[in-house]
């Protein structure tokens, strides 16, 4: 009986340190979140590409790494090829 718990114990042990994995890795996780470029398919990984608009003014296309649609406008801000080129 009392290896029984001993065993028991022990797998709670391994699922206390797994939780405290996730809670570990969870903050990167949101910092990625804040990042407003975020595909449909739940992908973060985009590319940029500059365009320039009829009018003369610049926008930043981003699109999809995994599923390769379109996913919006960047503001200048955000995009990282624009700060690149400060
Ligand atoms: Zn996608």
């Known amino acids: 009986m009392d290896c029984v718990r001993g065993h028991f114990i022990l797998e709670v042990d391994m699922i206390i340190k797994d939780l405290r994995k996730i809670k570990i890795d969870n903050p ?6 804040s990042s407003s470029v975020e595909c449909p398919c739940g992908s973060v990984e985009y590319k940029e590409k500059k365009e320039t608009f009829s009018n003369g003014t610049i926008h930043i296309r981003t699109t999809c790494l995994q599923c390769g ?14 700060k690149n080129e400060k």
């Open 28 to 33: 990167n996780k949101h910092q990625k979140k």
């Open 69 to 82: 649609k379109f996913i919006k406008w960047l503001s200048h801000a955000e995009s990282k090829i624009m």
